[in-house]
């Protein structure tokens, strides 16, 4: 089969592999999907932390059952998504159904090979039934997911100001997800184009531009001048995540999506006298997974709308660069390796 191996930083390179061997316990995928994100743009340009090279990246990935063992519920030919984070099933996370931040999680792409190929093995028990759903939107489940399980994490209610720092596309989903739980979303980004996308394609009432307005003064005249009591970084920006902590309100809770290398700084007084919560967010589990594949039945998300960018497997290498300008406007790129 073949595959695209990420050398180094900067490089790929399409490989000839053996194709996967049904081992115990695993099924294997034809990959019909394989839609590009962040990690895999950091990836590329050497940024991603927990990673090593060369890998072969994809986890946000739709397929076909080849093969299986001990699936019982799935057939041979269904369309199907999975979960990418591979988790032990020991350790304290996972008793405690935390298998998303497995003290040995190995994700797919990330800690191991990913899904950038043509067949992929993966344990059955992480197999999830497409649904009905096409390719495309079974692609996208796993980064709006992400976006979801930030929100769950939040504890979003109905009626609150809920900020989302990035709209890049998990941030377009968190923010997809906490209006979905009743939330009154803001978008900040530094990127206009961006933020004509969360007004126009997404109905997001309330954008702000973090070079041209003037933030503070901003929230605190959307939100009548209590500031969101949810914030919600989707950026990886360390700027962009320290700054945030200005924003807010008293009581309020911060949650990290994202994701970068350097150490978060801020004023403890200022903290502390807001009774601020602060937690990070790491992947999904499968009960997001589920929201996300009800919401878009019911029509509450249409994945599709993200999809800017679309090439065949063999086209992946000479486009992947330009994915990391900002000005070619890419919201997603959906790889095709063929099925409708």
Same mark, same amino acid.
């Given at each position: ?53 060369? =890998? ?76 009905? /759903? ?17 929100? @769950? ?9 809920? /900020? ?23 978008? /900040?980004?530094?990127?206009?184009? =961006?933020?004509?996308?969360? @007004? ?17 003064? =901003? ?17 990886? !920006? ?26 978060? !700084? ?19 589990? =499968? ?22 960018? @679309? ?10 660069? !330009? ?18």
């Amino acid at each position: 089969m073949k595959l695209l191996s990420c050398i180094t930083p900067g490089t790929f390179e399409y490989q000839q592999a053996e194709k996967p061997v049904l081992q115990k316990d695993h099924t294997i995928l034809k990959i019909r999907r394989i839609g590009i994100c962040g990690t895999d743009l950091h990836a590329f340009e050497g940024t991603q932390p927990f990673f090593n090279y060369p =890998r072969t990246l994809g986890h946000e990935l739709a397929g076909e059952i080849v093969e299986m063992d001990n699936a019982p519920g799935f057939s041979v030919g269904e369309a199907v998504t999975f979960l990418p984070y591979f988790h032990c099933g020991e350790c304290i996370a996972c008793r405690n159904g935390k298998t998303n931040c497995c003290t040995s999680l190995k994700v797919s792409g990330v800690h191991i090979d990913g899904g950038m190929c043509e067949y992929y093995s993966v344990p059955s028990h992480t197999l999830v039934h497409g649904d009905g /759903l096409s390719f495309d939107e079974l692609a996208l489940v796993e980064p709006l997911a992400i976006g979801a399980h930030g929100v @769950r994490r939040a504890g979003v209610q109905p009626g609150e100001f809920v /900020l989302v720092v990035g709209a890049g596309p998990i941030g377009l989903g968190t923010m997809e997800f906490a209006r979905i739980a009743g939330g009154k979303v803001i978008a /900040l980004d530094i990127n206009d184009s =961006r933020l004509d996308f969360c @007004r126009q394609k997404l109905g997001v009432e309330y954008t702000v531009n973090a070079l041209s307005d003037d933030v503070p003064a =901003r929230l605190a005249e959307i939100t009548g001048g209590d500031m969101p009591t949810v914030v919600i970084d989707a950026t990886g !920006s360390l700027r962009a995540i320290n700054t945030a902590f200005a924003y807010l309100a008293h009581g309020a809770r911060y949650v990290l999506v994202g994701l970068q290398k350097g150490e978060i !700084s801020f004023s403890h007084p200022d903290f502390h006298k807001r009774e601020a919560t602060l937690m990070s967010s790491r992947n999904a589990t =499968r009960e997001d997974f589920t929201h996300v594949i009800a919401c878009m039945k019911k029509g509450q998300v249409d994945p599709k709308t993200y999809i800017t960018h @679309r090439v065949t497997f063999g086209e992946v290498k000479e486009h992947f660069a !330009s994915w990391l300008d900002p000005a070619n406007g890419v919201i997603k790129a959906m790889v095709s390796l063929g099925g409708a």
